[in-house]
């Protein structure tokens, strides 16, 4: 089976500062999400990356994934306090189009104004 | 609705109970999802909805868990003879296709079986 693998399992920077969070997988990724959740929500989806190599940008957040497609990082540039929460990977299991997600254990980001 | 809904927010039940907790997904998404969330774990799959019919119900632990959706839409996870270790954030999401880049998630409903 899939299984994801996020590192730190934790981050507390100060405002201002960049971080990076990875995302490793067992198994050639056929779709990694990247998803934010904050203590009592749901999952805010981030970005969704399919092809080696791909990355996308969404405000000060940026995310890739590898050419072998088995490694993702997630980077927040100048960070603020409102990028603190639990940032998951999840991965599409592939094989068919389910959308079925395994999900890493999360890393939970602290932000110090 | 704008987004998933989930009902209720929270639920504290005694051991050995049953209980109910409902998913409304975006109207028209035809793919639903149910997920378990441990403390300081991420999400594990339980179960996928495609229309009516489960589509994969691998991820369910156990006969006592069960979950409905039968007219396509609403979706209800039962649990019978509730247990202590099934205390955990239960989360539903939807996707208007099952290929589809985004899914979206409800804001769960925390479980606590005392």
């Known amino acids: 089976s899939q299984e994801l693998e996020q590192s730190p399992q934790s981050l507390i920077v100060q405002e201002g500062k960049n971080l990076t969070i990875n995302c490793t997988s067992s198994?050639?990724?056929?779709?990694l999400y990247w998803y934010k959740q904050k203590y009592g929500e749901g999952l805010i989806f981030l970005m969704m990356l399919q092809k080696g190599g791909e990355e996308k940008s969404h405000e000060k957040i940026t995310a890739k994934l590898d050419e072998k497609k088995q490694q993702s990082s997630l980077h927040i540039t100048a960070s603020q306090p409102s990028h603190a929460g639990i940032y998951l990977c999840g991965a599409d299991t592939g094989g068919t189009s389910y959308g079925k997600l395994t999900f890493g254990q999360g890393t939970i980001l602290t932000v110090h104004p | 609705g704008a987004g998933v809904s989930q009902t209720p927010s929270n639920k504290v039940t005694e051991k050995g109970k049953y209980v109910e907790l409902r998913c409304d997904p975006i109207s028209g998404h035809t793919a639903l999802y149910w997920y378990r969330q441990s403390l300081g774990q991420g999400p594990e799959f339980l179960i996928y909805f495609q229309g009516t019919g489960a589509a994969d119900d691998s991820g369910l632990p156990n006969d006592r868990f069960f979950a409905v959706r039968p007219e396509g839409s609403v979706s209800t996870l039962k649990i019978q003879r509730t247990e202590r270790g099934d205390s955990a954030v239960y989360l539903c999401?939807?996707?208007?296709?099952?290929?589809?880049?985004?899914?979206?998630f409800g804001q769960g409903t925390r479980l606590t079986v005392v």
């Open positions: 999401a939807s996707r208007d296709d099952p290929s589809n880049t985004e899914a979206f």
């Open positions: 198994k050639t990724l056929y779709g």
